[in-house]
T-cell receptor
Framework: KQEVTQIPAALSVPEGENLVLNCSFT??????LQWFRQDPGKGLTSLLL?????REQTSGRLNASLDKSSGRSTLYIAASQPGDSATYLC?????????FGKGTRLSVIA | DAMVIQNPRYQVTQFGKPVTLSCSQT?????MYWYQQKSSQAPKLLFH???????NEADTPDNFQSRRPNTSFCFLDIRSPGLGDAAMYLC??????????????FGPGTRLTVL
């Protein structure tokens, strides 16, 4: 059974810092991996989708990498801003619907 | 412009009083999913429909039921809500259940409060 772990559970950084969020999964037989953002009390916003054949995807200040063989992904956020404060969830898709991690709660302090 | 719509966004019900949450989609996707997300937890899949085929997760309580009368709509019925059922309920759609080249699109969620 696929399990997704995200470390750290919470992170607080000063504005302007670059940061990395980590995601690991136990079954490397995945088709794709997705990073989501969730604001408090809100639904999910898809940030980046990486296919299993890809190594990374970029969108603005966000860069996600995937090492499928080792079961790891990272989300890199450059020049963090207070508006980036949210929970970031990682989810993988294999022969089942998306399986999620618990997320990393990010606070960017002005 | 909205692709996956959930109503209501906030629902308050009383302990034991049946409640129905609604999801609709404009994507014409074959698959519709319901996830439950409790505070600081990962979204947990309750069940999904592939067209009219219903697929229940093994650990989904019997208290939770679902209906899909047509391609566009899917409902989540909670027969006798308990305090532990208070959560965010997320609806999602996709073309297929698994496989690459496809993604799940999520609605804004319905936050359920049980008094």
């Amino acid at each position: 059974k696929q399990e997704v772990t995200q470390i750290p559970a919470a992170l607080s950084v000063p504005e302007g810092e670059n940061l990395v969020l980590n995601c690991s999964f136990t079954d490397s037989a995945i088709y794709n991996l997705q990073w989501f953002r969730q604001d408090p009390g809100k639904g999910l916003t898809s940030l980046l989708l990486i296919q299993s054949s890809q190594r990374e995807q970029t969108s603005g200040r966000l860069n996600a990498s995937l090492d499928k063989s080792s079961g790891r992904s990272t989300l890199y956020i450059a020049a963090s801003q207070p508006g980036d404060s949210a929970t970031y969830l990682c989810a993988v898709r294999g022969n089942t619907p998306l399986v999620f991690g618990k997320g990393t709660r990010l606070s960017v302090i002005a | 412009d909205a692709m996956v719509i959930q109503n209501p966004r906030y629902q308050v019900t009383q302990f034991g009083k049946p409640v129905t949450l609604s999801c609709s989609q404009t994507l014409n996707h074959n698959v519709m999913y319901w996830y439950q997300q409790k505070s600081s937890q990962a979204p947990k899949l309750l069940f999904h429909y592939y067209d009219k085929d219903f697929n229940n997760e093994a650990d989904t309580p019997d208290n939770f039921q679902s209906r899909r009368p047509n391609t566009s709509f899917c409902f989540l019925d909670i027969r006798s809500p308990g305090l532990g059922d208070a959560a965010m309920y997320l609806c999602a759609t996709s073309r297929v259940v698994s496989g690459g080249g496809d993604t799940q699109y999520f609605g804004p969620g319905t936050r359920l409060t049980v008094l």
